[in-house]
C-alpha cells in the first residue's frame, strides 16, 4: 500500500476546483505558457503546535500559483484577479463545511487556511504569474 505525499493530497484536493482550467496542475514547476496551475512547497517548521502530552498538529505551507495571459487589457487582468478571488472563497467555503483534503490513513486535515490573497507575482510581455499562498493544518498517528 502506498502513502500518499500531503502535497499530493492537497493538489488533488484543489483538482477539484470547479473553475481549473484544463486539468493542469504541476507540482513544483510552473510552465511558460498560459494557463498552467501549479502547487509548491513552502519551506517551514512542520510543527504548527505543540501539546504538553507530546501530540502535536503539523502544517503544510503551499503556493498555489498559475501562468496566466496578461497585459495591458485591463478586464483580462481583472479577470485573473476575479479567479484568485473565487478560488479563496472556494477554500473558505469548503474550511466552514468541513471538506478538507483527503490525505489518508494515519492522518486527518484541520483547516485549510488562504494566508494572502491573490496578486501578480512576475510578469513578462504577454503572460503573468499569479498566486497566493496557503495553510494545511493536520494531524498525524
Not at 74 to 79: L, R
Not at 90 to 96: D, F, P
Not at 103 to 127: H, I, N, P, Q
Amino acid at each position: 500500500m502506498s502513502i500518499n505525499t500531503v502535497i499530493e493530497c492537497i493538489r488533488n484536493y484543489i483538482m477539484t476546483f470547479p473553475q481549473l482550467k484544463d486539468g493542469c496542475l504541476l507540482v513544483d514547476i510552473l510552465g511558460n505558457k498560459p494557463i498552467e496551475y501549479v502547487v509548491e512547497t513552502v519551506p517551514c517548521d512542520p510543527i504548527y503546535k505543540r501539546y504538553v502530552d507530546g501530540d502535536c498538529q503539523k502544517q503544510c505551507l503551499f503556493i498555489f500559483a498559475s501562468r496566466e495571459y496578461f497585459g495591458e487589457e485591463v478586464t483580462q487582468n481583472i479577470a485573473n484577479l476575479g479567479f484568485y478571488e473565487d478560488f479563496a472563497l472556494w477554500i473558505e467555503e469548503n474550511n466552514r463545511e468541513g471538506i478538507l483534503p483527503d490525505l489518508g490513513d494515519g492522518r486527518s486535515a484541520v483547516s485549510l487556511e488562504v494566508l494572502t490573497g491573490g496578486y501578480a507575482f512576475s510578469a513578462e510581455s504577454d503572460t503573468a504569474r499569479y498566486q497566493m499562498q496557503l495553510r494545511l493544518i493536520y494531524e498525524e498517528e
